[in-house]
């Protein structure tokens, strides 16, 4: 059998990209789950307590966990961080302590975990370090404990996370932020790669408000402002609509005056 070398970083970027899709496909029709809010992983549950398998259908009652997604963030913040803002927008009363967040909640029974837990509270801070500076990784990385281990596992002298890996694979246009909105949004989107990039604002009926972007633009995040009032709109349901290269990818947006 040919061996292939594991790429730490990859696996846990695919497991990551595997929760957020299973949870838009929600097969149980769970409460709450889209791609912006979801997270499987043992937690505590209503009633108890419970290892969600893999695939996580096995176990899965419709409890979200906070850690699971925020303790992503470095493997594709693309998706996690739309997460971490539903949470704190929405949910931040029932959701939110002077400790972090609780260990897990069911939208289903309306059930907000009693509990705030270090082994969540941990990895939380720890990752969204690593997301900023890389700090925690490369101390660690430093230990010559961990690199004997790593060089007697065959996994060769790592030093360091690969950044470039941090960028998406696929274009991805991402919620606008607030929303509901009023006058002003934030309209967020990854390319992979440079490419010719075109933003449209259209009303319901397809009629084209605004062009916000029209022009060649650089791999990475890029985040565009849009104001209502700068175009006279009233309230209701605007689509904003990203076109990259061959990808079109449409979201809709909500004005509230």
Not at 85 to 107: C, E, H, I, V
Not at 169 to 183: K, R, T
Not at 213 to 237: C, I, K, N, T, W
């Amino acid at each position: 059998m040919k061996a292939h070398n594991l790429d730490y970083f990859e696996n846990s970027r695919r497991a990551t990209l595997a929760q957020r899709a299973y949870s838009i496909h929600n097969p149980k029709g769970h409460k709450g789950y889209s791609d912006t809010l979801w997270g499987i992983t043992a937690s505590d549950v209503p009633g108890g307590y419970a290892a969600h398998g893999a695939p996580p259908e096995q176990n899965d009652d419709g409890t979200i966990v906070p850690t699971a997604p925020i303790s992503s963030i470095p493997f594709a913040p693309e998706v996690v961080i739309p997460v971490i803002k539903n949470m704190w927008n929405n949910y931040r009363p029932q959701l939110w302590t002077k400790y972090g967040f609780r260990d897990a909640f069911n939208l289903n029974v309306n059930w907000w975990g009693p509990d705030v837990i270090g082994i969540d509270q941990g990895p939380i801070i720890i990752m969204i370090e690593n997301y900023r500076t890389q700090s925690v990784w490369n101390r660690f990385m430093k230990n010559v404990d961990v690199q004997r281990g790593l060089a007697a596992a065959k996994f060769g002298p790592i030093t360091k996370v690969n950044k470039e890996k941090t960028l998406p694979e696929d274009f991805v246009l991402m919620q606008n932020y607030p929303n509901p909105f009023n006058p002003s949004t934030l309209i967020s989107y990854y390319l992979p790669r440079r490419t010719f990039v075109s933003l449209k604002v259209y009303n319901l009926l397809g009629k084209e408000i605004a062009t916000l972007v029209h022009g060649e633009q650089s791999a990475g995040r890029h985040d565009v402002p849009f104001r209502a009032d700068a175009y006279s709109l009233s309230s209701g349901v605007y689509l904003y609509k990203l076109s990259a290269g061959s990808v079109t990818q449409t979201r809709k947006m909500t004005l509230i005056k």
